[in-house]
């Protein structure tokens, strides 16, 4: 799968819900839909050397009410179930794009990756008003099998009216069976082609740092740019598709611009 596409994936409709339910319905009082889209250039697939620009949409759905102080573009869909300010929890999803030696001379042999997602929880805590910490852990369903945990911690804070910056580091634990749908490689597939044959298991699977700047220019007009890298570790890192057709060394930079739009449910 090209990167392109997993972060079309990344940046589509991440629902972010908050508020509670008033009496008439859960559904009734503003809302408000952000549009925009992002450009990127970001490696073609984990582990890929080489990068590739792409562009992808921001569609964001929200309800107005309570929210969580920061939000990073590395969060997924989320539905929050409990928001006691300093602590949420809740819901949540990703979509999982396809991938096969179409995206790249450099998969021929590898396994394909085909249309799914994850799904499972999320947790956030505010030790104080300007460090955020995250986890999220997810089950693959139809792309992979295994697990997806994350982990990132942000520093943020506004040096103006508006303009906000933020950073901090992330990492990324894994399954053997995500390992193995990602990473492995058969005797048989090492043979026609592909990377060298390769049987992976479970663990740390990459851990880097990232870091965004956001200006808000109006109410409604958001301006951003981020950059963030990661190395890929464990035996992801080790995998022969990194060794031998790519790199451990992942790098991501973009801008994004979005605008959004208020309205009332009766």
Same mark, same amino acid.
């Given at each position: 799968?090209?990167?392109?596409k997993?972060?079309l994936?990344a940046?589509?409709?991440?629902f972010?819900?908050?508020?509670?339910?008033?009496?008439?319905?859960?559904?009734?009082?503003?809302w408000?839909?952000?549009?925009g889209?992002?450009?990127?250039?970001a490696?073609?697939?984990?582990?890929?050397?080489?990068?590739?620009?792409?562009?992808?949409p921001?569609?964001?759905l929200?309800?107005?009410?309570?929210?969580?102080?920061?939000?990073?573009?590395?969060?997924?869909?989320?539905?929050?179930?409990?928001d006691?300010?300093?602590?949420?929890?809740?819901?949540?999803a990703?979509l999982?794009?396809?991938?096969?030696?179409?995206?790249?001379?450099?998969l021929?042999?590898?396994q394909?990756?085909?249309?799914?997602?994850?799904?499972?929880?999320?947790?956030?805590?505010?030790p @104080?008003?300007?460090?955020?910490?995250? $986890?999220?852990?997810?089950?693959?369903?139809?792309?992979?099998?295994?697990?997806?945990?994350?982990?990132?911690?942000?520093?943020f804070?506004?040096?103006t009216?508006g303009?906000?910056i933020?950073?901090?580091?992330r990492? @990324?634990?894994?399954s053997?069976?995500?390992?193995d749908?990602?990473?492995?490689v058969?005797?048989?597939?090492a043979?026609?082609?592909?990377?060298s044959?390769?049987?992976?298991?479970?663990?740390?699977h990459?851990?880097?740092?990232?870091?965004?700047?956001?200006w808000?220019?109006t109410?409604?007009?958001?301006?951003?740019?981020?950059?963030?890298y990661?190395r890929?570790?464990g035996?992801? $890192?080790k995998? @022969?598709?990194?060794?031998?057709?790519?790199s451990?060394?992942?790098?991501?930079?973009g801008?994004?611009?979005?605008?959004k739009?208020?309205f009332?449910?009766?």
């Amino acid at each position: 799968m090209s990167f392109s596409k997993l972060a079309l994936s990344a940046c589509l409709i991440p629902f972010c819900f908050a508020g509670a339910a008033q009496a008439e319905s859960w559904f009734s009082g503003d809302w408000y839909l952000k549009v925009g889209a992002v450009g990127f250039s970001a490696p073609k697939y984990q582990g890929d050397n080489k990068n590739e620009f792409g562009v992808a949409p921001i569609i964001s759905l929200g309800k107005v009410g309570p929210s969580a102080k920061f939000s990073s573009r590395n969060d997924s869909a989320s539905f929050g179930l409990l928001d006691q300010g300093t602590f949420r929890a809740g819901v949540a999803a990703k979509l999982i794009m396809p991938r096969d030696e179409g995206d790249s001379a450099d998969l021929r042999g590898m396994q394909k990756i085909k249309l799914g997602g994850e799904l499972g929880g999320f947790a956030e805590v505010y030790p @104080t008003d300007w460090v955020r910490v995250r $986890g999220e852990v997810r089950q693959g369903i139809r792309s992979h099998s295994g697990v997806v945990a994350d982990l990132s911690a942000d520093v943020f804070t506004d040096i103006t009216p508006g303009l906000q910056i933020s950073a901090g580091p992330r990492a @990324t634990w894994v399954s053997n069976k995500y390992n193995d749908k990602y990473y492995g490689v058969s005797s048989a597939a090492a043979a026609s082609g592909g990377p060298s044959a390769y049987n992976p298991d479970g663990g740390l699977h990459s851990a880097g740092v990232g870091a965004a700047i956001t200006w808000k220019a109006t109410d409604n007009i958001e301006l951003t740019s981020f950059a963030e890298y990661k190395r890929l570790m464990g035996d992801a $890192g080790k995998s @022969t598709l990194v060794s031998e057709r790519g790199s451990k060394n992942q790098f991501v930079v973009g801008i994004g611009a979005s605008y959004k739009f208020g309205f009332s449910v009766p």
